[in-house]
């Protein structure tokens, strides 16, 4: 995905709420061996990739005054009620090393699961995006988790997902296998075992 800027040689407030004002929002290349670089972007093309998934989980090209180098996202700031980007971070990213970055998690057969097409049970998504460590060129834009076979009361943990090959799972302590996704039915409603069940339990003993 490539990402066109511009240098910007003033800094500060005064600076960035003129260059906001002009259709502009100011940003900065830092990491690796150069300097942290100063840049402004178009607000409108900033304000529209950020609703894409992949501007936020791909490694981008960006060129700065004619010259391209690979950087990610990695922060960015909006105006508490208007929709404006005030400012913009991007890492630029060594092809030999790796880099820990959240890809999002793209569930699967959904509807289809057993949980829910027999089980009438609902999906809980318990986890959205994942934190991955491994080399740029091995970066998914997305991880996807099958939910073909799980049935009403089962859940997928993070050793169920194939990821791709390079591509781990970065933990920062917690559980050693956290949940991922499970399927139980809506708060209230009991299963029809569990109401068979019941039902057996109030008869009257013979």
């Known amino acids: 995905m490539k990402v066109v800027a511009f240098e910007r040689s003033v800094q500060g ?69 208007k929709p404006m980007v005030l400012h913009i971070d991007f890492q630029r990213v060594d092809a030999n090393a790796k880099i820990h970055v959240k890809v999002p998690l793209h569930f699967l057969n959904t509807e289809t699961a057993p949980g829910v097409k027999v089980g009438h049970g609902i999906v809980n ?22 939910l073909g076979a799980l049935e009403l009361g089962q859940s997928l943990h993070l050793s169920d997902l194939k990821l791709p090959k390079g591509v781990s799972a970065v933990q920062h302590g917690g559980e050693e296998n956290p949940a991922i996704v499970s399927i139980s039915l809506p708060a209230g409603e009991k299963s029809a075992e569990a109401d068979a069940g019941a039902a057996e339990g109030d008869k009257p003993a013979e």
């Open 13 to 81: 407030t005064g600076a960035s709420r003129r260059l906001r004002n002009a259709g502009k929002t100011p940003g900065i290349i830092y990491g690796g061996s150069a300097e942290p670089k100063l840049i402004e972007l178009d607000h409108n093309a900033v304000f529209h990739a950020l609703k894409k998934e992949a501007f936020h989980s791909s490694i981008l090209d960006m060129e700065v005054a004619g010259k391209a180098e690979k950087v990610l996202l990695r922060d960015f700031q909006m105006h508490p009620f």
């Open 125 to 146: 998504h318990i986890a959205n995006e994942l934190e991955v460590s491994c080399l740029p060129a091995d970066l998914p834009e997305f991880i996807e988790v099958d």
